[in-house]
Structure formats: structure tokens, C-alpha cells
């Protein structure tokens, strides 16, 4: 079964590290008619007639060149202009990246990955301006992929390691097997998902993802499974998915990040899902994905 998240990971991009400092090279790639490139103000961008729009170097405004890789045969860039374009632009114009999903859903394979590798760096650079050492004021250098300052302390971006997990309580497999969703107070009403939540210093992903479910819902897992990963730059994160199997099920919110949570049976599931009463996480994310591979099919509705 190939899994909704997938659809953003397949086919990526050779990232070609070792031109990122050759001038020459770079030079030679931009000016080839070819080469495609992504216009990023601050950390947003404009599509167009439902698409990732991507324009040739001489199309492509005066900003700071990303070099993302090469892919079928070309070269891939981003220029990144001042967050000010998108701003003084019509609202709804130029586009977050979670306003971009249902593109990327859609749009060729090879466009995910290459958006996402621009937009985390976007995001990156546009956030990290001095250097957490000293203060000094921070330049891009090997196109986009590093900052140094005056004083020789380089940063490299940085991305936070979040678990995402299915927790399931029962015999696998059987009529009576349960998974357990929560949902936050801010949400609309019938909407829920998976719990998740950032690993700690120190702490393995599977302590992770035993902490998390104890502090939200008061849950003790045992048995934690890898079940897979979505780059998901909303800013700076990876999303590794796991199966938690449940010791216990008594719930406990917490009031904080969780305001209700649940145990379904995979029939209360489709029952809740088709009747539109319960409205689960959209297509592409990792989210969907576990409970997907939990219930052992599609499942009507989305975010």
C-alpha cells in the first residue's frame, strides 16, 4: 500500500552539495534557459493557475540564489526577495507552505520535495539573522546552505525532530482493536488526529513518543514501532511516525494541548468518518497516513 505522505517524499532531487561553493559552476547553471527557479518572499510563495510556479533565471527577480539540486536533467534554484513583497501584495497572493499542500497534492512528483528543501531553507535564513555565539551579524555563503559571521562561526539550518504516533489498544488486527485520536480545543467541532509533539534533549524518539502520550492523555505505552517520516518544514521540522501500543486506557486530558480524545474502533471509525462527524487529517500528512495503515484502507473525508 503506498501511503498519502509518500506522495511528498517520492522521486526527490540530487542535492549536489559539492557545487554549492563552485562559482563557476553556478554561474554556468543560471545561465542555461532550462533551469527552473522558485521566487520565495520571506517564506512564502505565489502560485499560479493551481500551480508550483516556476520560471526561468532571467524571469526570476534580483534575491539571494538557492541552489536546491538538479533533477531531470536540470538545475533547480530559489531566489529568495524581502518578506516586504509578499506583504504589499494582495492578501492571499503569495502563500505559506500549508496553504501549498493541496498543489503539491496534485502538481508532478518531483515538486514537493524541491518546495519543501526551498521553503526550509526560506524559513531558515529568514529567521536567522546573528549569530547565537557572538552577535555578529550573519551571511549566507555555498548557496543558501550556510551563515558565518565576521568572527568565523558558522551555522548550518537546523531542523527539529517531532514524533507523530497511533496509539492502539486491543489485539491487533481484531474487531475489537481500538486506536486512540485527540483533538485540540481550537479545532472545529468532529475534527480529530494523531497526538504528537517535539523530542527532548537527551531522550530517545521512543521516549518521545511515551512521554508525549503520558503528558496529553494520560496513556502508558509500551511497544513503540517506526512506521515512517515526513520532512514537514511548519517551520523547521521532521515528522517520524510510530505506532504506540497502550498498557493502559483510561484517559486523561490534559486541558493544555488536548482538550478531547478518543478510542475508536476501526467500524465506529468508518461509521463517524462517512456520516461526517468525525473529520479526520488531511490527505497528504504523515497523519493520515498512520491512520490509514492502522484502519487498513482509505477512509472517507479530510481536513
Not at 91 to 109: C, F, N
Not at 180 to 191: F, K, N, S, T
Not at 197 to 213: K, Q
Amino acid at each position: 500500500m503506498t501511503y498519502p505522505h509518500e506522495r511528498l517524499a517520492a522521486n526527490p532531487h540530487d542535492r549536489i552539495a559539492e557545487h554549492r561553493a563552485n562559482d563557476e559552476w553556478l554561474e554556468q547553471r543560471w545561465a542555461d534557459p532550462e533551469t527552473r527557479v522558485l521566487v520565495v518572499s520571506g517564506t512564502r510563495i505565489r502560485p499560479r493557475d493551481g500551480q508550483i510556479d516556476w520560471v526561468s533565471p532571467a524571469e526570476a527577480p534580483d534575491g539571494l540564489r538557492v541552489l536546491l539540486g538538479e533533477h531531470d536533467g536540470r538545475a533547480w534554484f530559489a531566489v529568495i526577495v524581502d518578506a516586504e513583497v509578499a506583504k504589499s501584495a494582495e492578501q492571499g497572493e503569495w502563500t505559506p507552505l500549508r496553504g501549498l499542500l493541496p498543489y503539491l497534492a496534485d502538481d508532478a512528483v518531483a515538486v514537493a520535495p524541491l518546495v519543501f528543501h526551498a521553503l526550509g531553507l526560506a524559513e531558515w535564513l529568514f529567521v536567522t539573522r546573528y549569530c547565537p555565539r557572538c552577535g555578529e551579524p550573519l551571511r549566507p555563503r555555498k548557496a543558501g546552505h550556510e551563515l558565518v559571521c565576521a568572527n568565523g562561526h558558522t551555522q548550518f539550518p537546523r531542523t527539529d525532530p517531532a514524533v507523530i504516533m497511533v496509539v492502539t489498544s486491543g489485539e491487533p488486527g481484531s474487531d475489537d482493536e481500538r486506536c486512540l485520536l485527540g483533538r485540540q480545543a481550537v479545532w472545529p467541532e468532529g475534527r480529530f488526529s494523531t497526538l504528537a509533539g517535539f523530542c527532548e534533549p537527551g531522550e530517545t524518539l521512543e521516549d518521545a513518543v511515551r512521554r508525549e502520550v503520558r503528558e496529553e492523555v494520560g496513556i502508558t505505552v509500551g511497544k513503540v514501532e517506526y512506521f515512517g517520516n515526513q520532512p514537514w518544514p511548519l517551520p523547521a521540522s521532521l515528522m517520524v511516525g510510530f505506532v504506540g501500543h497502550a498498557e493502559t486506557t483510561e484517559v486523561t486530558v490534559d486541558r493544555d494541548e488536548i482538550e478531547d480524545a478518543r478510542w475508536f474502533t476501526r467500524a465506529e471509525m468508518k461509521e463517524l468518518a462517512e456520516a461526517g462527524t468525525l473529520v479526520l487529517p488531511g490527505g497528504v500528512s504523515i497523519s493520515r497516513s498512520l491512520v490509514e495503515h492502522w484502519y487498513g484502507g482509505p477512509l472517507p473525508g479530510a481536513w
